[in-house]
């Protein structure tokens, strides 16, 4: 039987022989050419850390089913005792706990989601939060469709931070 992380790993292996070649090349070539290689390599790279997100969702709701459950309360009333009580009037609330259940696809429905879920559950860490997010943010910039200016300059930098963020996701994922 193989396993979605069994998969997913023979999968970043090939994506990762694909991204070396895509980087070896872009040496060989300046200007808007070298962009085009590092566009590619992000693409590749934010689906990587989208994929190990997605993964460490399905690992921990696997084993923790009530991650799926988000409690909020709602104020139904207010009611004023006119009771002098410490002082004064005081005013209190009532309210209802409301218990919402979540499915895996709503959960997993986007990058966004599946981050902003992490986040709540304390799945991962604030730094590793912004650091997804800044992943998240610089993979969209490749949607045509959504943006006002498009974003035509790509750098190793960028590349080098979203790899260490691929590797923080990945340990996270492991544990």
């Known amino acids: 039987m193989t396993t979605t992380s069994s998969v997913l790993s023979k999968h ?14 872009s040496d ?5 050419a ?11 790279l934010g689906s990587i850390v989208e994929a190990y997100l997605y993964d460490l969702v399905c690992k921990r709701c696997a084993a923790d089913p009530t991650l799926f459950i988000k409690k909020t309360v709602e104020l139904k009333s207010k009611t004023k005792i006119s009771k002098v009580a410490f002082g004064g009037p005081k005013q209190y ?5 409301i218990i919402n259940y979540r499915t895996m696809k709503d959960v997993t429905a986007s990058f966004k989601s599946m981050n902003n879920f992490c ?32 974003k035509r300059s790509y750098t190793k930098p960028m590349l080098v931070k979203i790899t260490l963020t691929m590797f923080s996701i990945y340990v996270v994922s492991q544990k």
């Open 119 to 150: 986040r709540e559950k304390a799945l991962v860490s604030e730094s590793l939060y912004k650091e997804l997010e800044h992943v998240r943010k610089l993979r969209n910039t490749v949607h045509l469709q959504t943006l006002a200016s498009h």
């Open 34 to 44: 070298k962009t085009v290689y590092y566009k590619s390599i992000l693409i590749i």
């Open 28 to 32: 060989s070539v300046n200007g808007r």
């Open 12 to 25: 970043t292996v090939t994506a990762l022989k694909d991204v070396s070649v895509l980087l070896a090349n």
């Open 93 to 97: 609330h009532i309210a209802e706990e």
